[in-house]
């Protein structure tokens, strides 16, 4: 069973390399990426390359509106499909004490690294 120090220098020494995977897989993604703009789609062991749609709907505080009304029309409660973005919620600035009134927070954990200050 290895020590502290050694599990510290191992943690550090496998940190180092998923930084630089990381940094390789960007610059091989970056030079593919360009080669499909230029080229086209590449298939390789049955998976394709290539630039796919990603959607997304951006609505109008009145499309918003009215969509929650279309939805209430059909027998959908809007409240129960409808959500607020943690994004939108930092743009107006609410805080946890005002949330915590209206919301169950859910909290995870993600694995990455974070600059420090």
Known sequence: MKNAVEL??????LAREIFRLEAALKQ???ELKAIVE?????TVDGR???FYPAVDWQFT???LREFAEAL???GIDPWAVLDVSSTALK????GEDVLSRYAE???TLRFYAKAQR
């Not at 743009?91 to 609410?94: D, F, M, R």
Request: net charge positive; glycine share 10%; charged share 30%.
């Open 28 to 30: 091989l993604k970056d």
């Open 91 to 94: 743009k107006i600035g609410v």
């Open 105 to 107: 927070k859910k909290e």
């Open 61 to 63: 505080p009145q499309g």
């Open 8 to 13: 510290q220098t191992r943690a550090e020494q």
């Open 38 to 42: 230029q080229s086209g789609p590449v």
């Open 72 to 74: 209430a029309l059909d």
């Open 48 to 50: 394709t390359w290539a």
